[in-house]
């Protein structure tokens, strides 16, 4: 018996990124059943509705899942299914790390951070409505609840202590927002109190946008809500590189649901030309959740080397920044396939090579270190 896990294909390129993940996850050995449903455009096409119950009760039954990006129709239509699924499942916890791999693409190699997003109030409550008949004006309503403040913040200061972190920033906008950045400022300041030995500082997040780009070093782990970490989760993966090489996951109390930061990029959708790696480093994270950290680790290693010989990599990792040459892009499916030959060849214990910038070291910009 394997370990039974929901898998959720998606719709855009995640049918693509999510085939690459299953390839490298069955390439560690490690037995997987997967339990596949549909959400998304194909859901509606075979049942009607996007997110069928079929979706929730298998997560709910296996307690884990891979999902790949599902589209939302911009301004109308129906609601997001990402969405639903957070608040449906109680997946509050959005944590999306942004590692810079193999140093490139970027010009902060040492990029190593983590939002911490709450994912199920906020301004994606849901609740919003036309003021007038002549949709002149429009409200959403920002909810911010205690519990959900509370419980955000104690997950961040648990990371912290789990995974040896260095501490934890609190970003909101509470000199504007009196009651609910407020109300989430104050939960995190109580929070801090109970764990006196990790360090912890806030920043307002107009200002937290431009410290990440000026000096991403200085910080982190950083939770806030869930706009701010929607927004702020995106920029952290373009300092590490980019949104094809960003992973994410989401908890609930007792489940764990993993999905890149990404979303359906629907320009790439069917030509296999999207890059695996987020959807394929969300097994990794799938699998240090199971306590599988040795496939993890392989996962991890395997990536990053890939990724370093640049010989198969799709083509966001051929661009210019990425590469000082030019090198021709790989397929999505060529490239996991390599990753996964690459699993039980690679040393996950060697050192990794030194990360450097784009032209073989950090990118130094007088600029920015004022
Ligand atoms: P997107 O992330 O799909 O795309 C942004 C840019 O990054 C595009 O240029 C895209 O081509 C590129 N890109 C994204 N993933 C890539 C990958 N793996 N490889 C190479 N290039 C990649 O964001 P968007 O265009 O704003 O949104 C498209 C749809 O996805 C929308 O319907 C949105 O609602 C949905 N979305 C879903 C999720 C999710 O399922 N969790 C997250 C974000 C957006």
């Known amino acids: ?25 069955e390439a560690t050995g490690i037995p997987f059943e997967w339990d596949v449903v549909e959400a998304g455009e194909a859901a509606i096409k075979a049942s009607g509705t996007p997110l069928p119950d ?19 129709p911009i301004g109308g239509g129906f609601r997001s299914v990402n969405v639903a699924l957070r608040q449906q499942l109680d997946l509050y916890a959005s944590v ?23 994912a199920t109030e906020g301004l994606y409550s849901g609740v919003e409505h036309w003021v007038d008949r002549d949709h002149s004006a429009a409200e959403t309503v920002n909810v911010i609840t205690r519990k959900a403040s509370d419980r955000i913040c104690r997950f961040a200061f648990e990371l912290v202590r789990r995974d040896h972190r260095r501490k934890v920033t ?24 109970k764990y006196p030995d990790i360090p912890a500082d806030e920043r307002l997040i107009d200002n937290m946008c431009m410290q990440l780009v000026k000096k991403p070093a200085e910080y982190d782990v950083i939770v806030t ?52 790696v987020a959807e394929i480093l969300c097994v990794e994270l799938l699998l240090r959740h199971l306590g599988e950290k040795a ?20 083509y966001d990792l051929a661009l210019p920044g990425y590469t000082d040459r030019p090198v021709p892009a790989s397929s999505c499916s060529a490239m996991a396939k390599e990753i996964a030959r690459k699993i039980p060849l690679v040393d996950p214990s060697a050192p990794l090579p030194r990360a450097s910038g784009p032209s073989g070291g950090p990118m130094a910009d007088p600029a920015l270190e004022t």
């Open 1 to 25: 018996m394997g370990y039974r896990v929901t898998l959720i294909p998606g719709d855009g390129i995640g049918p693509e990124v999510t085939a690459a993940a299953r390839l490298v996850a």
């Open 54 to 72: 079929a979706v929730l009760d298998s997560v709910r039954k296996n307690k884990i899942a891979l999902k790949g990006p599902i589209t939302t």
């Open 96 to 118: 999306r790390p942004s590692r810079s791999i193999a140093g490139e693409g970027t010009r902060f190699p040492e990029t190593d951070l983590i939002v911490v997003r709450e």
């Open 170 to 193: 609190a970003v909101h906008k509470a000199n504007i927002m009196k009651t609910t950045g407020a109300l989430f400022q104050t939960a995190f300041r109580e929070m801090a109190m």
């Open 225 to 276: 809500t869930n706009l701010f970490g929607d927004i702020l989760s995106d920029l952290c993966a373009g300092l590490a590189g980019g949104l094809g090489v960003a992973p994410g996951a989401l908890y609930g109390e007792t489940l764990a649901v993993f999905e890149p930061v990404h979303g359906s990029a629907p320009k790439y959708a069917g030509q296999d030309r999207a890059d695996p």
């Open 295 to 314: 496939a993890a680790d392989r996962v991890f290693r395997a990536v990053w080397e890939t990724i370093a010989e640049k010989k198969f990599v799709t």
